[in-house]
């Protein structure tokens, strides 16, 4: 899945010489913590969160008077100023997959999407991604999520599903993640049921090992020392 399909289109954005003052209230009457900042031509020439208006307001230490003061003359000031110049961005035909990566190794909230030209097409923010990997997974069905480890060789997942199948139970997705041992994977099926006792007796009948999902990643995290 492209990014295309699941950034937010309706954006509101400001031109670096909009006040702060302008863009705070924007930014509290949508609900929102990105800001993009485009200029004359719709390109993108920065964004601004709403951390960087929070580190732009005057010290709580202030007392209420000389706070409001600062406060008015902060917000004289321009987007230019806090804003993120040349931020990093991503290409319309980024799947939702690179997204993820860069979002989680650059350690920021939201990603631009421009297209050849720089022009501003989007936004992809984390709750953005949030709802399209709920979406792809079928999560938002009531259901039932295993974990079954099994040994790394083929046909380890066509047993689970033919289970499955002969259950009458969907899959809403499934998931396969390395495990610890090199030998094993863990295969994470969501069921479209929440009555799972048959499936895990034939699971289990199988020889396959039925792990609490959570305990399983508690297990594969890095220990602190």
């Known amino acids: 899945m492209?990014?295309?399909?699941?950034?937010?289109?309706?954006?509101?954005?400001?031109?670096?010489?909009?006040?702060?003052?302008?863009?705070?209230?924007q930014m509290m009457e949508g609900n929102f913590r990105h800001l993009p900042v485009v200029d004359a031509e719709?390109?993108?020439v920065g964004i601004v969160t709403d951390r960087d208006m929070r580190d732009a307001h005057p010290s709580s230490l202030l007392?209420?008077?000389?706070?409001?003061?600062?406060?008015?003359?902060?917000?004289?000031?321009?987007?230019?100023?806090?804003?993120t110049a040349e931020p990093i961005t991503v290409a319309p035909y980024y799947t939702l997959q690179d997204t993820l990566l860069i979002i989680g190794k650059k350690k920021v909230g939201a990603l631009p999407v421009v297209d050849e030209e720089g022009h501003l097409k989007g936004?992809?923010?984390?709750?953005?991604l949030l709802r399209a990997f709920v979406n792809i997974m079928g999560i938002e069905e009531p259901g039932?999520?295993?974990?079954?480890?099994?040994?790394?060789?083929?046909?380890?997942?066509?047993?689970?599903?033919?289970?499955?199948?002969?259950?009458?139970v969907s899959l809403g997705s499934v998931l396969v993640a390395r495990d610890w041992d090199t030998?094993?994977?863990?295969i994470f099926p969501y069921l479209l049921t929440n009555n799972v006792m048959s499936?895990?007796?034939?699971?289990?009948?199988?020889g396959f090992e039925l792990l609490d999902p959570m305990q399983w990643y508690?297990?594969?995290?890095?220990k602190k020392e």
Do not use: W
């Open 2 to 25: 492209f990014v295309t399909e699941m950034m937010k289109t309706d954006l509101v954005a400001v031109n670096p010489e909009t006040k702060l003052s302008e863009a705070r209230t």
């Open 42 to 44: 719709g390109k993108l």
């Open 63 to 83: 007392d209420d008077e000389s706070y409001q003061k600062t406060l008015d003359k902060v917000m004289q000031h321009t987007i230019s100023e806090i804003m």
């Open 123 to 128: 936004i992809m923010s984390t709750r953005d």
């Open 144 to 168: 039932t999520l295993l974990c079954i480890l099994v040994n790394e060789e083929p046909g380890q997942l066509k047993k689970i599903v033919d289970i499955a199948y002969e259950e009458n």
């Open 183 to 186: 030998e094993k994977r863990a």
């Open 199 to 206: 499936i895990k007796k034939k699971l289990l009948a199988l």
């Open 218 to 222: 508690l297990d594969q995290s890095p």
